[in-house]
Each structure stands twice: as C-alpha cells, then as structure tokens.
C-alpha cells in the first residue's frame, strides 16, 4: 500500500519568513495530493490540494509544487503569520477505484514565531 | 447545515467496557471515515464505508467494528475497550472519491470535531 512521509517533524520560522513542508509518497499511481491543516484542538481542514497532471498549484499565500518523478510534493507558505502556527498533514491517494482512500502522514508543526 | 457531527466530545473508559461512538453528517455523503490520531503518528484510518450498507477495513481495524445502517450515520464499536484505544477518533465524509471528478472542491473530505477517548 501507500507510504506518506513528512520530514522533519517540527519546524520553526519567523513571521514574515517562508516555509516549505515536504512530502514523499512510495505508489507512484498515487494521483491525488492533498494538504490539511490542523489548530491545536480542532479538526483537520483542508488548505489546498492537487492532481497528478499539474505541476504546482497557488491559493494567496500557499502553494503546493509536484514531482512526480522524484514522488514528493511540498507545501510552500509565504509571508507566514502567527495563525499559520498548526499541525501540517500531507495526504496521497489513487483516485480511480471505489476504494480509493487517503493515506496521511505523520504530520510536521510549524511554529511561526512573532 | 452542521456538516459533520460527532457524538459524543469526551469518554473514558474502564478496561473491558464497550461504547459506541456515533458520526453523523447531513451534506448527503456517500463516503464516510472513521480515523485515530495518536500522538506522532498522524491520521490512521480504521474503517470506511463507500455507502449505505457497506463497511471495509482500514489500516488499523483490530479491536473496533463498524455499521452504516443509514446514509447520514457511521458508527464506530469498541467491544472490549484496551488502554491501547486511548486516542482521539475523527469521522470524516465526503460526497465521493476526493480528488476524482473535473472540480476537487466536489469530493473534499471533511473531519469532525473528534472525540477524545480516555481508557483506564
């Protein structure tokens, strides 16, 4: 099955400053890609995501970028704020099939500090 | 429109007892999730349902049973609660396959509020 993998675990920047999650995934028919995004004490939401026939996608301040030869995927946030503090979960799936479920990583926190 | 609904927010168990957590979602779903999250160990799915009717196994299925007797409805059974469950369960759904179809925004999953299980 799927393997996700998120590296490192924790990452810390200054407000202002850009920060770039990245994710690798080990089915490389794996064709859709998802970020989540979770406060600390709610529910996971989705911020973005992006299908295997595109290289990069923008919403505002983030950004998710593909490779699918090298089979990893990266969250881009700049100009980061104080409220982008938050765990960070990457998800791949295979979206043919009626079975077709997500598979998440472990997740990275991102502290952005004031 | 409450999307998704989780019953109930908090439980803790004794070793042994049973519960029931209940999922409910009112956007007419077809696929709903039940999930584990642990500390550093991410999102783990436990069992799924492509529809009314169906359940199917997940990553992490010991120990934890499932029905869909009604659409809107995904329940989650721990027959004989182990310390080892302690964990915070989310339910997820989504109207179909997320990422399938020409518009990604169609199929998004959707979490729950949780609920944090406690087994002494």
């Known amino acids: 099955g799927e393997n996700v993998e998120q590296h490192p675990s924790t990452l810390s920047v200054q407000e202002g400053d850009s920060a770039v999650i990245k994710c690798t995934y080990s089915d490389s028919a794996s064709n859709y890609f998802p970020w989540y995004k979770q406060e600390l004490g709610k529910r996971p939401q989705l911020i973005i995501d992006i299908r295997s026939n595109v290289g990069e996608k923008k919403d505002q301040r983030i950004a998710v970028t593909l490779n699918k030869t090298a089979k990893h995927f990266s969250l881009h946030i700049t100009e980061t704020q104080p409220e982008d503090s938050a765990v960070y979960f990457c998800a791949a799936s295979n979206r043919t099939g009626a079975n077709s479920k997500l598979t998440f990583g472990k997740g990275i926190t991102l502290s952005v500090r004031p | 429109n409450a999307g998704v609904t989780q019953t109930p927010k908090f439980r803790v168990l004794k070793t042994g007892q049973s519960m029931t957590l209940l999922c409910a979602q009112d956007m007419n779903h077809e696929y709903m999730y039940w999930y584990r999250q642990d500390p550093g160990m991410g999102l783990r799915l436990i069992h799924y349902s492509v529809g009314e009717g169906t359940t199917a196994k997940g990553e992490v299925p010991d120990g934890y049973n499932v029905s869909r007797l009604k659409k809107q409805n995904f329940l989650l059974g721990l027959e004989s609660a182990a310390p080892s469950q302690t964990s915070v369960y989310f339910c997820?759904?989504?109207?179909?396959?997320?990422?399938?179809?020409?518009?990604?925004?169609?199929?998004?999953?959707?979490f729950g509020a949780g609920t944090r299980l406690s087994v002494l």
């Open positions: 997820a759904s989504s109207l179909g396959i997320p990422g399938l179809g020409s518009n990604l925004a169609k199929n998004i999953q959707y």
